[in-house]
Every structure is written in structure tokens, then in C-alpha cells.
């Protein structure tokens, strides 16, 4: 079992930096995937980042490579979003989720527990 509970969300100007963590428990953290996904009111859940098992790999979507940055650590048991040069359409609830099994995916199905989300707003 793993429990997930996001932090560092808040109100920025647009240009500025947000870091998100992810605090999580439970002994299977170390050995899955863990992604970053994003809702706005109105809009369907969509992939923000995932990062591999041991950090090795990252993947990002279109709207957000080069801005954000994916990392973690194990031995804290956290996963980390660092969000640079943010713009309005970054708005959103954000949300840290493990997957089911070890390939990284984009797919919201593919993940198994997810946090309660923290809020993120990007004014003009």
C-alpha cells in the first residue's frame, strides 16, 4: 500500500517558480514509477512528468518540458516537482500518483494510488 500527500502549492505570478513534494508511505515507494498530473475546473485529469524507480529516466509532456523537472528521493521517501517560467495555463490542481507496475506511462489508468492534490494559480 502507499499513501500520497502533495505540498508546495500556491499563488505565483506568471515567470516564477513553484516546487511541489510529494510525501510518501509505505515500502513499495522505492520500487514504482511516480507521476505529476494536473486538472483544471472544467478540463480531464492530463500527465504532467513521470520518473523511473531509481531517478534514471524522466518523460514530459509537450506543454511543460523545459519548465518543469521531475526528481526523487528514496531515502526521504518524496517526490519532487520543481516548476520554472510558469504561465496562467499552468493553473491547476496538481497531483502525485504511483503507477501499478514499472514501465513509465502517461495513461491516469495506469496509476494505482494518488495523492489529494495541492492547488497551483498562475496569475497574469
Known amino acids: 500500500q502507499v499513501q500520497l500527500v502533495e505540498s508546495g502549492g500556491g499563488l505565483v505570478q506568471a515567470g516564477g517558480s513553484l516546487r511541489l513534494s510529494c510525501a510518501a508511505s509505505?515500502?513499495?515507494?522505492?520500487?514504482?514509477?511516480m507521476g505529476w498530473f494536473r486538472q483544471a475546473p472544467g478540463k480531464e485529469r492530463e500527465f504532467v512528468a513521470v520518473?523511473?524507480?531509481?531517478?534514471?529516466?524522466?518523460y514530459y509532456a509537450d506543454s511543460v518540458k523545459g519548465r518543469f523537472t521531475i526528481s526523487r528521493d528514496n531515502a526521504k521517501n518524496t517526490v519532487y516537482l520543481q516548476m520554472n517560467s510558469l504561465k496562467p495555463e499552468d493553473t491547476a490542481v496538481y497531483y502525485c500518483?504511483?503507477?501499478?507496475?514499472?514501465?513509465?506511462?502517461?495513461?491516469?489508468?495506469?496509476?494505482?494510488?494518488w495523492g489529494q492534490g495541492t492547488q497551483v494559480t498562475v496569475s497574469s
Open positions: 520518473i523511473s524507480w531509481n531517478g534514471a529516466y524522466t
Open positions: 500518483a504511483a503507477s501499478k507496475g514499472g514501465v513509465l506511462t502517461a495513461r491516469p489508468s495506469e496509476y494505482e494510488y
Open positions: 509505505g515500502r513499495t515507494f522505492s520500487s514504482r514509477p
